[in-house]
């Protein structure tokens, strides 16, 4: 009865078996945690997805800013980009069967007993894990709803860049979406910084990596995003689980009981098919 998380698979679906074989996932005794980001730059996310889906209730999922961005094109609240790798899913058959689940999965997910929780980005400082939940509910709320669509559209943007509870409607809503899954530096009153993409020490002037301001309770928080971290964080607090597959790196599965890591290198590196494009 083990638990596992992975980071961000983002269709390097090979990569995602042999890990999966590695650590003997047994889908009717273990439990999978994914941290977002199942789709895009990567060449097999249709498979990925359905893969996922059959897990049922052995896998408890997050939504990274990719799978949020799948959900926009698909349901024509956004056009394709042309880095965008997920158009097997937009022609599958099963389209719409396979977005309605992934409308249906959390922004954040928690285990109190184990005091785990993860989420695709990270949990800024400025938040307690309690009231996260509360706010990762409002978006869960609005993707299951009849506004799914007008959120998705109006989802993407930077502003407004710091959360106050006296937001409201799409600010609100796409405040809370960015620091679930797209937050890396922010500031000490918990102003995002959308720039800078690179490793830790890299920090624009009066910024941080997110989980390196100190906060208050002693739940462990997975998250993925990251790739440039490749698994590394400073805070024994936070577990990195973007070991950068699809960038050349590694596919990681995180034993959640045991903190032992596993993984398979990867086959397909982004950047190279780019560069032989
Ligand atoms: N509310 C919203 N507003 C706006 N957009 C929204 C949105 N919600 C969803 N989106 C969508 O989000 C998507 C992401 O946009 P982008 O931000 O353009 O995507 P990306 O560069 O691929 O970043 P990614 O999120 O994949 O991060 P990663 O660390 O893996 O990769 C980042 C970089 O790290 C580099 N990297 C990887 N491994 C590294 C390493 N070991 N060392 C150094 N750099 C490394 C890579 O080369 C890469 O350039 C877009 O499709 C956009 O439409």
């Given at each position: 009865m083990a638990i596992y998380a992975v980071g961000d698979i983002q269709g390097c679906y090979e990569n995602f078996c042999c890990l999966l074989d590695e650590i003997k996932f047994d889908s009717s005794n273990d439990t999978l945690w994914v941290a977002g980001?199942?789709?895009?730059?990567?060449?097999?996310s249709l498979k990925t997805v359905r893969h996922i889906k059959s897990l049922g209730k052995s896998a408890r999922v997050v939504l990274g800013n990719h799978d949020l961005h799948l959900l926009a094109v698909a349901r024509g609240a956004q056009s394709r980009k042309r880095k965008d790798t997920f158009g097997d899913i937009l022609d599958a058959p099963d389209v719409d069967e396979l977005m309605d689940w992934l409308r249906h999965q959390k922004l954040m997910v928690r285990d109190k007993t184990r005091k785990i929780v993860m989420t695709h980005a990270g949990v800024p400082h400025i938040w307690k894990i309690k009231q996260a939940k509360r706010y990762a509910k409002e978006i869960e709320t609005v993707l299951k709803s009849d506004d799914c669509d007008a959120f998705l559209k109006e989802m993407?943007?930077?502003?407004?860049?710091m959360w106050c509870e006296s937001l409201a409607g799409m600010e609100r809503l796409r405040v809370i979406t960015n620091y679930f899954t797209r937050m890396r530096f922010i500031d000490e009153g918990g102003v995002l910084d959308f720039d800078s993409k690179l490793g830790p020490l890299n920090a624009p002037p009066g910024y941080k990596p997110w989980y390196a301001f100190t906060r208050n309770g002693s739940s462990k928080i997975i998250f993925g995003h990251?790739?440039?971290?490749?698994?590394?964080?400073?805070?024994?607090q936070m577990v990195a689980v973007d070991t950068g597959c699809v960038w050349g790196g590694k596919l990681t599965a995180v034993n959640l009981e045991t903190w032992e890591r596993t993984s398979c290198a990867c086959n397909f590196d982004e950047r190279a098919s780019k560069d032989n494009q």
């Open positions: 980001d199942l789709v895009n730059r990567g060449p097999d993407y943007g930077n502003t407004p860049k990251w790739a440039a971290l490749e698994g590394r964080v400073s805070n024994p």
